[in-house]
């Protein structure tokens, strides 16, 4: 059995509504709002029935009303089961100079009446720890559907009942929020301060919490532009501004030509290029430390041809498949040195788009395979002094985002997050609403068809 008053007046018993007539209604809101207090059958009168002309014998026609009406809410309470209704309408006697009067109050447990579970969970949270608080001020504003005792919230007898518990929904709000910020849960926190805020346009207190959370955001996202979480896999794609080389906590992607070579020396390799910039940030500049280390991890793959000293007289002249990928391990993390494009004997770097999309899609297995599960964070290939000119920032950057997506097909498990780093200069070239647009759509259909011009 329920007593609903937290928005309309409701009676559910044995999980089905109790239809009770208007009058009936009524007088059970007076009982909720005298909160546990008896009223004489002469005040229920009044407020329920606020007839202002006296009648003959109106002593005895309110007191017979009165309990016509309690006769009936008990039998409401009664299908609940036996005695019920008398357990709970309770009646009671108050000397008066006129004699003996009759009073009724309501006799309602926490699980019983909405209003006092609400109070309970609100009472509970404010002397919890935060954890705890959350969750039961979660559960207390759940039973909130709409305002208190809706029927007779402007009534005198309803006003102190009202504002009590409107105010205890407002704390309960202001808490909810703390709550979520002490959890650094940002994100939950920011309805609960919207609505509070959007509720109230006059508190100021609540529009500051608004203010100091939407900053605090800001604050965690940092240089993040972008990030989705795939629906369904515990694996989001992010696109942040800066520098790859500052992402310590995430494997690194890092494009090679098909000859691997490693000398920054502004000959073969340019020194502001990523690879270049790779020996001098994990290397120290000591490029022969990675030259072993990627000797290491391409015994095993079978060259295409060895160009002869003549033909290439500058960098290393074994050529390996396009797609060749090499796990390097850099302390507890690995930086994955991909073959993207071919270095031509003349030292420019060519490939198209084919190239770049052959290249990702050998790439994601050796992820999937040595990543140990960590991020991986990567540039925009193709963009920088070996560039694709088929495909421009975006597309680029959507080839990216399809073949990862494309790639959990086969393993889920890849990568937890994804991560394109885009520098000034890149970022103002690139239309992120783009990105964010085909993830929604990978949600709704999984991966899509690849962006134009990227086959």
């Known amino acids: 059995m329920r007593v609903r008053v937290l928005g309309p007046v409701r009676l559910d018993v044995n ?10 209604a009524r007088l059970l809101l007076r009982l909720v709002a005298a909160e546990g207090e008896a009223v004489t059958a002469r005040r229920l009168y009044q407020d329920v029935w ?18 016509k009406r309690i ?4 039998r409401a309470f009664d299908l609940a089961g036996p005695g019920c209704g ?12 006129r004699g003996a009067q009759s009073t009724y109050r309501l006799d309602l447990s926490a699980q019983e009446l909405d209003s006092a579970e609400f109070t309970h969970l609100v009472s509970e949270a404010l002397r919890a720890a935060p954890a705890s608080a959350v969750r039961l001020l979660t559960d207390a504003l759940r039973l909130w559907q709409g305002p208190p005792l809706a029927e007779a919230h402007e009534e005198d007898f309803a006003l102190t009942a009202v504002r009590r518990l409107t105010r205890l929904r407002e704390t309960a709000l202001r808490e909810l929020v703390a709550g979520h910020t002490v959890l650094g849960r940002y994100d939950l926190a920011l309805p609960v301060a919207e609505q509070a805020a959007r509720e109230r346009p006059e508190d100021a207190e609540a529009a500051a919490a608004l203010v100091r959370l939407n900053a605090r955001l800001r604050e965690r996202h940092g240089a993040e532009l972008l990030r989705h979480r795939l629906r369904g896999l515990r694996v989001d794609v992010v696109v942040v501004r800066g520098d790859l080389f500052d992402q310590d906590d995430a494997n690194l992607v890092v494009g090679f030509s098909d000859t691997f ?27 022969r430390l990675l030259d072993d280390k990627l000797r290491r991890g391409l015994r095993d793959v079978t060259p295409l041809a060895t160009e002869s000293p003549r033909a290439k007289p500058h960098g290393r002249r074994t050529r390996y498949p396009i797609g060749t990928t090499v796990a390097v391990p850099v302390g507890r993390r690995r930086v994955f040195a991909l073959a993207y494009s071919r270095l031509g004997n003349d030292l420019r770097a060519r490939f198209g788009p084919a190239d770049l999309r052959l ?9 999937a395979r040595h990543g140990m599960f960590k991020p991986v964070a990567m540039p925009l290939i193709g963009a920088g002094l070996a560039r694709v000119v088929e495909l421009d920032h975006t597309q680029l950057l959507l080839l990216i985002v399809e073949t990862f997506t494309r790639s959990l097909r086969q393993d889920s498990a890849v990568s937890p997050e994804l991560r394109i780093v885009l520098r000034d200069d890149e970022l103002r070239r690139t239309e992120l609403t783009a990105v964010e647009a085909f993830l929604g759509a990978a949600d709704e259909r999984g991966p899509a068809s690849p962006p134009l011009g990227a086959r």
């Open 261 to 287: 070579d490693t000398s920054a020396n502004d000959v073969v390799i340019s020194r502001e290029s990523v690879q270049g910039q790779l020996v001098d940030r994990l290397y120290e500049g000591r490029h």
């Open 359 to 367: 290249s990702l899609e050998h790439l994601w297995p050796s992820v």
């Open 71 to 74: 006769l009936e809410l008990r």
């Open 86 to 97: 008398a357990r709970i309408v309770r009646t009671g006697q108050l000397p008066t100079a």
């Open 50 to 67: 606020q007839h202002t002309v006296e009648l003959p014998r109106q002593e005895l026609r309110s007191r017979n009303e009165v309990q």
């Open 15 to 24: 999980g089905a509504p109790v239809r009770l007539t208007p009058l009936t």
